[in-house]
């Protein structure tokens, strides 16, 4: 079956330490994003690539870095420079979007990253 | 600045009536909408992507209204069954292939 897969689905870190939150698809799609989710708020976005070797940053990419050196994986690193990083995390891909966002986007089951 | 409003207190309705949540936004001109459902623990599931052209869309007992005037969108899930129980999320286009979504709306729905 396609799909998105996340790994681990908890992730404990202490401080100081940089964690990497894994995403990898098997949907053939060109589009990747990473959100982070906390309770009672919206998805928030941290960073999205549209093609391997690029990627753009979102509205909350501070204290966050991602690769796309595949397009079938999107790993981001959560860094001791993000001081408020106990959250769900959520990788998600889509088709490449042409003029809109006129593509359905397809979600991983999420991290939740817990600090030590 | 853009925003998205939808009702954050839940909604409890009984087996077999027809649920509708709002979706309302200010500030965007969105070329189209998306609506998601979450459960606890899982990500968002895609259900139906409207466009401003359209002012209805149907899915087996889902239907979704896109009013761009009044700028707000309806869900509706009529003859609601306890599994239909879940957040559902709206989002729309925040830029160039991105989305912003809504803080999400729970439903409840009761035997």
């Known amino acids: 079956d396609g799909g998105i897969t996340q790994s681990p689905k908890y992730l404990f870190r202490k401080e100081g330490q940089n964690v990497t939150l894994s995403c990898e698809q098997n949907?053939?799609?060109?589009?990747m994003y990473w959100y982070r989710q906390d309770p009672g708020q919206g998805l928030r976005l941290i960073y999205y690539?549209?093609?391997?070797?690029?990627?753009q940053k979102g509205d909350i990419a501070e204290g966050y870095s991602v690769s796309r050196e595949k397009k079938e994986s999107f790993p981001l690193t959560v860094t001791s420079a993000q001081k408020n990083p106990t959250a769900f995390y959520l990788c998600?891909?889509?088709?490449?979007?042409?003029?809109?966002?006129?593509?359905?986007?397809?979600f991983g089951d999420g991290t939740r990253l817990s600090i030590l | 600045s853009q925003k998205i409003e939808q009702n954050s207190e839940a909604l409890n309705i009984q087996e077999g009536k027809t649920a509708t949540l709002t979706c309302n936004y200010t500030?965007?001109?969105?070329?189209?909408l998306q609506w998601y459902r979450q459960d606890p623990g899982r990500g968002p599931v895609f259900l139906l992507l409207i466009r401003e052209n359209e002012k209805e869309k149907r899915k087996e007992r889902l239907k979704v209204t896109f009013d761009t005037t009044l700028k707000q969108s309806l869900f509706h899930i009529t003859a609601s069954q306890p599994a239909d129980s879940a957040t559902y999320l709206c989002?729309?286009?925040?830029?160039?292939?991105?989305?912003?979504f809504g803080k999400g709306t729970m439903l409840l729905v009761s035997p």
């Open positions: 949907l053939n799609h060109d589009a």
């Open positions: 989002a729309l286009e925040a830029g160039y292939s991105t989305l912003t």
């Open positions: 500030n965007y001109s969105p070329a189209y």
């Open positions: 998600a891909s889509s088709p490449r979007v042409l003029g809109g966002a006129n593509q359905p986007q397809h």
């Open positions: 690539s549209q093609i391997v070797n690029d990627f």
